[in-house]
């Protein structure tokens, strides 16, 4: 404190009249000082600098989310969940960091193998066996993917974590390879796997995408009842997340549902329901035109053959 005291007596000669702009000056200079004097601040909690780094990859300030992983895994006597938790954010870090060219895949690999290698039971080893099979599918801009590599990827965290949500995506990011094909044989075979997971785990937070998938794949084997039964149970069992307004808009839905019934299954009564539904819940969409105009041709088509059987 004498230092403090010492270094303020120093500010003002005590000879020199002090004008009233110095004298606030001085008050300022006074108070820094006696701040800086003070107790250091207490280091931020682990958990609490974890989320603060995770702000920061979100915001895409790499650096710091970097820098803040690293601190909390290097705090003294930190909780073994928490250090897992920091080792992964400076393994997804270096993984998906923009641009790409800043990205170090081989060490965020070898980041994502320590936790599965010491933590091999832990929900983030799952997570880390899928984020290495995604390394393996999303490959630069202008090459393709090693498909058989890719599946089999997908395969291993299949295997290991099948009860786990990361063993049920990799099966979902599996099973897309194959219906994008187009081939009919693998598209079956990829129904069948995804008709499966809905099935056994009918509360899954993946069933909404899984029966877009399964609609994707009745469409290139030309079944469109089966297509339009896929549609409304995606939308059925689709799950809105009220922290992003995306999920909650259904438009997009009802308008694929309605053309779906409307021009590949025939089935007017399902489509003029969620056209109205569109129409309704979503009065400002720039489909509702197209949506009452729809009405108005199936009404207009059902008359025609009304009168045609009256013939």
């Not at 393996?136 to 290991?160: C, F, M, N, S, W």
């Not at 009918?202 to 609609?215: E, G, K, Q, R, W």
């Not at 009564?269 to 819940?281: G, H, M, P, Q, S």
């Amino acid at each position: 404190m004498a230092m403090c005291t010492g270094g303020m007596n120093q500010v003002r000669p005590p000879h020199r009249k002090t004008n009233p702009v110095f004298g606030v000056l001085l008050v300022i200079l006074a108070v820094g000082w006696l701040a800086g004097c003070g107790p250091d601040t207490a280091p931020t909690p682990p958990k609490q600098a974890l989320q603060h780094a995770w702000d920061a990859f979100r915001l895409g300030d790499y650096k710091l989310a970097l820098k803040g992983f690293t601190s909390v895994m290097e705090t003294p006597g930190i909780d073994q969940d928490l250090r897992l938790q920091a080792l992964h954010g400076l393994a997804t870090t270096w993984d998906l960091r923009r641009p790409v060219a800043t990205q170090d895949d081989e060490l965020a690999s070898t980041l994502y193998r320590q936790i599965m290698d010491e933590a091999p039971d832990h929900d983030l080893a799952a997570w880390s066996s899928l984020a290495l099979a995604r390394m393996t599918h999303l490959v630069p801009v202008g090459e393709e993917p090693d498909y058989d590599k890719v599946r089999a990827a997908y395969q291993t965290v299949i295997d290991a974590y099948p009860n786990r949500i990361a063993g049920q995506e990799a099966l979902l990011y599996q099973q897309a390879t194959l219906i994008q094909t187009l081939d009919p044989e693998r598209t079956r075979q990829a129904i069948e796997r995804l008709q499966t997971l809905v099935d056994r785990k009918p509360a899954s937070v993946f069933s909404s995408a899984a029966y877009d998938l399964i609609a994707q794949g009745y469409e290139t084997l030309n079944q469109p009842d089966r297509q339009l039964e896929a549609r409304i149970r995606s939308l059925e069992t689709a799950e809105v997340d009220p922290m992003n307004p995306s999920s909650s808009d259904l438009s997009w839905r009802y308008w694929q549902i309605a053309t779906t019934a409307e021009f590949l299954a025939g089935r007017f009564d399902v489509a003029r329901t969620y056209y109205r539904k569109l129409i309704e819940e979503y009065p400002l969409d720039y489909r509702k035109f197209g949506a009452k105009q729809a009405l108005i041709r199936m009404d207009r088509m059902e008359r025609e053959l009304r009168e045609q059987v009256a013939r």
